[in-house]
């Protein structure tokens, strides 16, 4: 049983058009929630059903990965009807259920977006497919060969190789950025952008708060389909594909990130902001990801926020890197909002990613939820679960079997949440296999055995959030300047009188610093905070925050 009961966990109820701004949202990826059928698979029921355990962390929303009918050959993020549930998530019913149940206990619900693609098995892409003149032989990107039969130009996919697929009944090439199932819309086609529109109506009809919007700037590609030009080996950066992915020999400045995207995006906001909803876009670029959230989220007629993937970088934060990140944030988006995450279904867990043992793992919980910005945790992110390591013959992932070994998928990430600790599936099925194996060194970390644990990285996590609720300058506060000493780093957040000092020792040895001027009072003892000295000198221990209220 949860030791904070879901009717107490929020110190507020969530309301108002801008109730995003410095939300809390969780992550969830169905497949691997909790099954409620027996089938091995993860459904909306079983997400029902887990609720109280996500409001009991005081979360402000949740964001269910796509549930939507598909091949699955991408699991999900391959759309054949973007108005459905796919059966083995259940019925458009079983999602309503879970829409009123989430808002009874002050969770709004964000559900992901695949606008940039769709599977080849859409009715849209079957129709288009055929000739060049039915009634969408321009709804996906078509181009014809070059005199030498290849193709248009020599845009990649992400999934590796060519991003251009031929269908002999149009002898043309259609564009994949990602599998060659997964045909890229044309979104230059007026009719298309329509039909994507009406689909966020029908789901916000039916009570969503909000979209995750995949591959937010993967829209639109150059209308005259221009090579892109080689990225120089030392900008090479592996943070959007892995190192062994030629993705990463190209500077996409034609493939995507093109300027008509803010047209659309305002269109689409036009389309949320009566029902105050709200949307978070994935900015998919290693060298471009700050700008163009900039770009994404300035002003009040885009989309509310973006992440991009500084946050998410195999490389552990420093305190000098993270400030570099918000130095550039001011540079180049200081009229946008960012959502932080630390870990998603795409990367490797990030206790395994960064090496964090428990202390350090406390302690950037800690400093998510009191950096500027919503935040974002993924399912199983508050028991420390780690990178699970996945035999060749259960991988999933056609990312996985693509690239293995040197790069060996998602699917590490993406095994089933462990409930309990008194069964080989940790709780999350009766089935006798399930989609992903449940590792055994995971069900040690359930959820049932953290409850019992006081000192649980679950219990910090529900501590650090209600932290961030109880002070409106963690919220949407503004934020000063990041500081680093050494391996410290520093700043103040302030909203409307209060102000909040955050130090917070990135490092595995002692460090010391001086408060700022001024009387202040420590906050969050029970997230480990370090007590300042009459002085003013803070003593930090290793991987130890310090967090102050001015007074």
């Known amino acids: 049983m949860s030791l904070v009961q879901p009717s107490m966990s929020k110190s507020r109820p969530v309301s108002g058009a801008d109730w995003w701004r410095g939300a809390v949202i969780y992550q969830v990826y ?3 929630f909790q099954d409620s059928n027996g089938d091995g698979i993860g459904d909306l029921r079983g997400i029902l059903q887990r609720l109280p355990h996500i409001a009991s962390l005081g979360v402000d929303a949740v964001w269910i990965s796509p549930f939507f009918p598909s091949p699955m050959k991408d ?16 019925t458009l019913n079983d999602f309503d259920a879970l829409v009123a149940a989430a808002h009874d206990l002050g969770l709004k619900i964000m559900i992901d977006l695949v606008l940039s693609h769709t599977s080849d098995q ?3 892409f079957k129709e288009s497919r055929q000739s060049t003149d039915n009634k969408r032989a321009n709804w996906y990107v078509w181009a014809d060969a070059k005199p030498d039969g290849s193709p248009p130009n020599n845009w ?7 991003a251009w697929h031929w269908e002999p009944r149009r002898c043309q090439y259609y564009l994949h950025n990602f599998l060659s199932s997964q045909p890229d819309l044309n979104f230059h086609e007026p009719e298309v952008q329509e039909a994507l529109l009406d689909v966020a109506r029908f789901w916000l ?15 639109f590609a150059d209308k005259l389909l221009r090579d ?6 030392e900008k090479r950066n592996a943070r959007i594909a892995p190192e062994v992915n ?14 008509e995207n803010l047209a659309f995006l305002r269109r689409f906001r036009a389309v949320m902001d009566p029902y105050q909803a709200a949307a978070v876009g994935e900015v998919g670029d290693a060298q471009r990801g700050l700008e163009l959230l900039g770009q994404y989220t300035a002003g009040d007629d885009l989309v509310q926020m973006c992440y991009a993937f500084e946050m998410l970088s195999g490389d552990r934060p420093t305190a000098a890197a993270i400030a570099e990140v918000f130095a550039k944030f001011d540079r180049v988006a200081a009229d946008g909002w960012a959502c932080w995450a630390f870990s998603n279904h795409d990367v490797a867990r990030h206790v395994s990613r960064w090496n964090l043992g428990p202390q350090a793992a406390r302690l950037f919980a800690t400093m998510l939820m009191c950096l500027r910005g919503s935040a974002c945790i993924y399912q199983g992110e508050e028991l420390g679960l780690p990178e699970a390591d996945v035999a060749f013959e259960d991988i999933q992932d056609p990312y996985g079997l693509e690239f293995w070994p040197e790069y060996r998928g998602r699917d590490g990430c993406r095994t089933p949440m462990v409930w309990t600790t008194d069964n080989r599936n940790g709780g999350f099925s009766t089935a006798q296999r399930t989609w992903l194996p449940v590792p055994g060194a995971h069900l040690r970390r359930s959820v049932s055995a953290a409850e019992a644990d006081p000192t649980s990285l679950l219990h910090h996590y529900r501590r650090a959030i209600a932290l961030r609720h109880a002070h409106p300058a963690l919220v949407r506060g503004a934020q000063s300047r990041l500081r680093t000493q050494g391996g410290v780093l520093a700043f103040e957040r302030h909203l409307d009188g209060e102000t909040i000092f955050c130090a917070f020792n990135l490092e595995g040895s002692p460090a010391r610093m001086q408060l700022p001027a001024g009387t202040w009072e420590t906050i969050g003892r029970d997230l480990g905070s370090a007590v300042p000295e009459a002085s003013g000198e803070i003593h930090l221990g290793p991987w130890q925050s310090c967090l102050a209220m001015k007074r």
């Open 246 to 259: 030629p993705y990463n020999y190209q500077e996409h400045i034609h493939s995507k990130n093109q300027p």
């Open 205 to 219: 009809e039916r009570g969503v708060d909000g979209f995750r919007l995949d591959t937010i700037n993967f829209y």
């Open 122 to 124: 859409h009715p849209w």
């Open 156 to 162: 990649l996919s992400i999934f590796g190789g060519p």
């Open 228 to 233: 892109n030009p080689a990225l120089a080996p």
């Open 30 to 32: 169905p497949r691997s």
């Open 75 to 90: 699991f999900g993020y391959d759309v054949s009807d973007y108005r459905g549930v796919d059966p083995m998530f259940g």
